[in-house]
């Protein structure tokens, strides 16, 4: 049986439909909406307005923020309606994002930061990672528990001025780098100009440039001088914890003995130190102690007290003090040594103090005359032993004003100078012995 062709019969209700499901469809896929361009150049098409206002806000916010100064980036931007598939649309952070990365003057990646300023830029983080372990890889041991930098560090990922270092060797080079500052130094005892210009690095001019009216070899203990010192940009703290045994001082103990004079003391038995065993966290900048803290402390072995006499008795004026003043006012004329004299070298062993004929000689320190007279060489000769068995020598006296036995107290005459004896003038011959043996009378006086 022949096919007969059909005859496409479409009605009016048909295209209409037609006509609506397109105008269904089309709603469905495309919406009124807002191109957002720069310099002519379309990054991005937004549902409205006022999230492309917030968007361009926040690029000016985040490019302000990477260059430290204001700036506008937002003249050469413009807005038109269109419209624009749905699955076309960004959202307000991938707008922001794409205006960023117009602007040339910044660039994304992760910034180091020392106490909130910006020194360095890398677009991977293991870079600075690495430069940070290598800073403070020597302040740490086996002992290191915490490790901190000073001002604080930070690596964020975000954006950054191109004008931040990149390289690796001049970001190195800016957090080692040293600041001078000023400062002050007390003079402690035994320190000396010198010693102290070699301590702080610095040279003796730099020194006396900052003190003028120090007198460089007149330093008093306790004088503060101006100095500088050298104060790192980036500090390495590390936090130690270690152990150790430290001695725990014997006790003292006091015992009243009316043997002893007043100010005298023996003691009657020594005591021995203890022993403590210790659990410490030590904190160190750059690799110096600045901190200690003791976790634990337990005592291995207990001290033993140490017992001291201390005397009661009334000290009377012919005590021996200890220490010595000088028997008469003058010029020494001869130290201890060797020296000519009538023509022949021999030993001097005490000091010659020339003072005029009659001149009272003092006991340089209390104590008990055990001679007084004629001696050979020493002409007129007073010697007093003293309390420790010190024994002190006055010689070439013209005069003596004390006797053997007597108990003299210290500044006491005990004697006129003159030129008896072995002698070229007035003078007083002063001498100290000890267990016999002569001893430099300066290390006395």
Same mark, same amino acid.
């Given at each position: 049986?022949?096919?007969?062709?059909?005859?496409?019969?479409?009605?009016?209700?048909?295209?209409?439909?037609?006509?609506?499901?397109?105008?269904?469809?089309?709603?469905?896929?495309?919406?009124?909406?807002?191109?957002?361009?720069?310099?002519?150049?379309?990054?991005?098409?937004?549902?409205?307005?006022?999230?492309?206002?917030?968007?361009?806000?926040?690029?000016?916010?985040?490019?302000?923020?990477?260059?430290?100064?204001?700036?506008?980036?937002?003249?050469?931007?413009?807005?038109?309606?269109?419209?624009?598939?749905?699955?076309?649309?960004?959202?307000?952070?991938?707008?922001?994002?794409?205006?960023?990365?117009?602007?040339?003057?910044?660039?994304?990646?992760?910034?180091?930061?020392?106490?909130?300023?910006?020194?360095?830029?890398?677009?991977?983080?293991?870079?600075?990672?690495?430069?940070?372990?290598?800073?403070?890889?020597?302040?740490?041991?086996?002992?290191?528990?915490?490790?901190?930098?000073?001002?604080?560090?930070?690596?964020?990922?975000?954006?950054?001025?191109?004008?931040?270092?990149?390289?690796?060797?001049?970001?190195?080079?800016?957090?080692?780098?040293?600041?001078?500052?000023?400062?002050?130094?007390?003079?402690?005892?035994?320190?000396?100009?010198?010693?102290?210009?070699?301590?702080?690095?610095?040279?003796?001019?730099?020194?006396?440039?900052?003190?003028?009216?120090?007198?460089?070899?007149?330093?008093?203990?306790?004088?503060?001088?101006?100095?500088?010192?050298?104060?790192?940009?980036?500090?390495?703290?590390?936090?130690?914890?270690?152990?150790?045994?430290?001695?725990?001082?014997?006790?003292?103990?006091?015992?009243?003995?009316?043997?002893?004079?007043?100010?005298?003391?023996?003691?009657?038995?020594?005591?021995?130190?203890?022993?403590?065993?210790?659990?410490?966290?030590?904190?160190?900048?750059?690799?110096?102690?600045?901190?200690?803290?003791?976790?634990?402390?337990?005592?291995?072995?207990?001290?033993?007290?140490?017992?001291?006499?201390?005397?009661?008795?009334?000290?009377?004026?012919?005590?021996?003090?200890?220490?010595? @003043?000088?028997?008469? $006012? =003058? !010029?020494? &004329?001869?130290?201890?040594?060797?020296?000519? #004299?009538?023509? %022949?070298?021999?030993?001097?062993?005490?000091?010659?103090?020339?003072?005029?004929?009659?001149?009272?000689?003092?006991?340089?320190?209390?104590?008990?005359?055990?001679?007084?007279?004629?001696?050979?060489?020493?002409?007129?000769?007073?010697? @007093?032993?003293?309390? $420790? =068995? !010190?024994? &002190?020598?006055?010689?070439?006296?013209?005069? #003596?004003?004390? %006797?053997?036995?007597?108990?003299?107290?210290?500044?006491?005459?005990?004697?006129?100078?003159?030129?008896?004896?072995?002698?070229?003038?007035?003078?007083?011959?002063?001498?100290?012995?000890?267990?016999?043996?002569?001893?430099?009378?300066?290390?006395?006086?």
């Amino acid at each position: 049986m022949p096919f007969k062709k059909k005859k496409l019969m479409i009605s009016a209700a048909s295209i209409a439909s037609f006509a609506l499901i397109m105008t269904l469809t089309f709603g469905l896929l495309y919406t009124p909406a807002y191109a957002v361009s720069m310099d002519g150049e379309q990054l991005g098409v937004v549902s409205d307005t006022e999230t492309a206002q917030r968007a361009m806000e926040s690029a000016q916010a985040e490019v302000e923020n990477a260059i430290g100064v204001s700036a506008v980036i937002t003249d050469d931007i413009s807005i038109g309606w269109t419209m624009a598939s749905k699955n076309d649309l960004v959202s307000e952070e991938e707008l922001t994002e794409r205006l960023l990365e117009q602007v040339e003057e910044i660039r994304e990646g992760y910034v180091l930061s020392v106490g909130g300023q910006a020194v360095g830029f890398s677009p991977d983080r293991e870079t600075l990672d690495s430069m940070l372990d290598e800073l403070s890889a020597p302040y740490q041991n086996e002992s290191t528990k915490e490790v901190r930098f000073e001002p604080e560090v930070s690596i964020e990922y975000g954006h950054a001025s191109t004008e931040i270092p990149d390289d690796p060797e001049q970001i190195y080079a800016a957090l080692t780098a040293n600041s001078v500052e000023a400062a002050s130094y007390t003079v402690a005892a035994g320190d000396t100009f010198s010693e102290i210009a070699a301590g702080l690095d610095m040279r003796q001019r730099e020194l006396s440039e900052l003190n003028p009216s120090v007198d460089p070899d007149v330093l008093m203990i306790g004088d503060v001088l101006n100095i500088r010192r050298a104060v790192p940009f980036l500090a390495v703290v590390t936090v130690d914890e270690v152990t150790y045994t430290e001695p725990i001082p014997a006790p003292v103990e006091y015992v009243e003995d009316d043997s002893l004079y007043e100010g005298d003391s023996n003691v009657l038995s020594e005591g021995e130190e203890g022993e403590n065993w210790i659990r410490a966290e030590v904190t160190y900048q750059n690799g110096t102690e600045i901190a200690r803290t003791v976790l634990e402390a337990v005592v291995q072995k207990e001290p033993e007290k140490k017992v001291v006499a201390t005397g009661t008795k009334e000290r009377p004026a012919t005590a021996s003090k200890g220490t010595y @003043i000088w028997p008469v $006012d =003058g !010029t020494v &004329t001869s130290s201890p040594g060797s020296r000519t #004299l009538f023509g %022949s070298t021999n030993y001097h062993s005490g000091l010659d103090i020339a003072v005029p004929y009659g001149t009272k000689v003092k006991a340089a320190d209390g104590g008990t005359v055990s001679f007084a007279g004629w001696k050979g060489d020493y002409g007129n000769l007073v010697i @007093i032993t003293h309390d $420790d =068995g !010190t024994q &002190t020598y006055y010689a070439h006296n013209s005069n #003596l004003l004390v %006797s053997e036995g007597d108990s003299v107290y210290q500044g006491q005459a005990i004697a006129e100078a003159g030129s008896t004896g072995r002698s070229t003038g007035s003078h007083c011959h002063f001498e100290v012995r000890v267990n016999g043996e002569v001893q430099n009378p300066y290390d006395y006086l």
